[in-house]
């Protein structure tokens, strides 16, 4: 039986890219695309739902919030198999969603994270504080948790059950590194796939700005030492 995916794309003001990532999202292996628009102020909503996904409105700021606010709809369809989650900035490449997923559709893994660290990465696409930050946050992953990982990559996929159990509770910056270390403490199977990143499209709200850089090392430092 063919299991029942559903993409979740939190964006807060992506009109430029929005529409490209869901148009490239192989639609034969996707159930339903759900952006999330998280206060944008330009025309995201509009761009999402001409380009056929479903749109929810989080009015309050903030990536964890904007994907709970995912999984919250996502729960109340009560057919899913597994959860992928992707920018909507288009520097992933969406068809590479096969691969992604491959691992849990064949019952060998429960999360799979799009590896930017593995794969080949447009010169410019990640900043060297990004790059030093992700070196930085897997190593003391590996170090007090005991799991190998390379990128925290918002490219990924979870079965839906495994997500559930999770109890996610991060609503800005810690999103992804504090899915990683419960899928580590409540030892799920975990694999990275290679995935290959470009520049976004337009200005990044976190890794663009000095304070948007530090805020989010200090959340992902923090969430990681708060789980020990």
Request: with cysteine; net charge positive; hydrophobic share 40%.
């Amino acid at each position: 039986m063919k299991p029942v995916i559903r993409v979740i794309i939190p964006a807060f003001n992506e009109q430029n890219g929005v529409g490209n990532v869901i148009n490239e999202i192989p639609q034969d292996l996707v159930e339903e695309v759900i952006v999330v628009n998280n206060a944008s102020t330009d025309e995201t909503e509009k761009v999402a739902k001409n380009a056929g996904a479903t749109v929810l409105k989080e009015p309050t700021k903030g990536y964890g919030r904007a994907c709970l606010k995912g999984i919250d709809y996502v729960t109340n369809q009560g057919n899913t198999d597994v959860v992928v989650f992707l920018d909507a900035d288009y520097s992933d490449y969406p068809h590479e969603m096969y691969e992604v997923v491959k691992p849990i559709i064949d019952n060998q893994a429960d999360l799979v994270i799009g590896s930017r660290a593995l794969g080949h990465r447009e010169r410019g696409a990640m900043t060297p504080q990004q790059v030093f930050g992700n070196w930085l946050a897997t190593s003391l992953l590996r170090l007090f948790y005991g799991v190998r990982f390379t990128d925290l990559g918002p490219f990924r996929a979870i079965s839906y059950d495994k997500l559930m159990a999770l109890k996610m509770k991060d609503k800005n910056y810690g999103w992804t590194v504090e899915m990683q270390l419960k899928a580590a403490k409540q030892k799920l199977r975990c694999v990275e796939v290679p995935v290959n990143y470009r520049r976004r499209i337009g200005f990044s709200k976190v890794s663009g700005t000095v304070k948007g850089t530090i805020m989010a090392g200090y959340k992902i430092i923090w969430t990681i030492f708060k789980y020990i």
